[in-house]
């Protein structure tokens, strides 16, 4: 004989549970976080900056575009300017003053887009500006040799944001060597110009 199948499946609920929301839980929820503030494109480029150059204080001046150049000479090819493949944003930024000196010091820093290189080069004395390129000129701390470096940064035609943007930079690095070269007399009551 077959066993008899039971009549349809009947639900009851019983009086003492109550159906649950399938969202709630007995784990307790963290505390809301607070959002982080927003920052200015400004306070992000400086933390940026920093990563690279820690002693860095401020961004005087930025070009959205700038192309390194270095300039060799040798005997087969005489002089000429090579890409040194470095591209990218390029910044002009104040570092902290030499402890021993007091005397205030500026980097041009181009952080590179198409590698892991970026450029970094203390401001110090002797800036040119030639046919849209700024010459800088460095010594290496690797025996003392002389660089000589030419940016050229991107600029549009008049009315865009990058209109003027060569002469601008060229003038703000020019000034800050200048500022950078000068010797700071101290008195006992800190730095002075």
Known sequence: MTPKKPKGHQRHQSAHLQPSNQYDSDIPLPPPQDIPPQRTNAELNLSVIQRHLPSTTSIVSVAPYAVVYIFTSTPQSGPAWEKSGIEGTLFVCQQLPES?????????????????????????????????????????????????WGLWIFEEDEGSSTAGMREVNARIIRDCAARAARIVATDGHGPRM
């Open 100 to 148: 021993n000196s007091g005397r205030v010091r500026y980097s041009v820093v181009v952080l590179n887009r198409k590698g892991l290189n970026d450029f970094i080069c203390p401001l110090s004395g002797d800036i040119d500006y030639e046919a849209g390129y700024i010459i800088l000129r460095s010594t290496s701390d690797e025996g003392g040799e002389e660089n000589i």
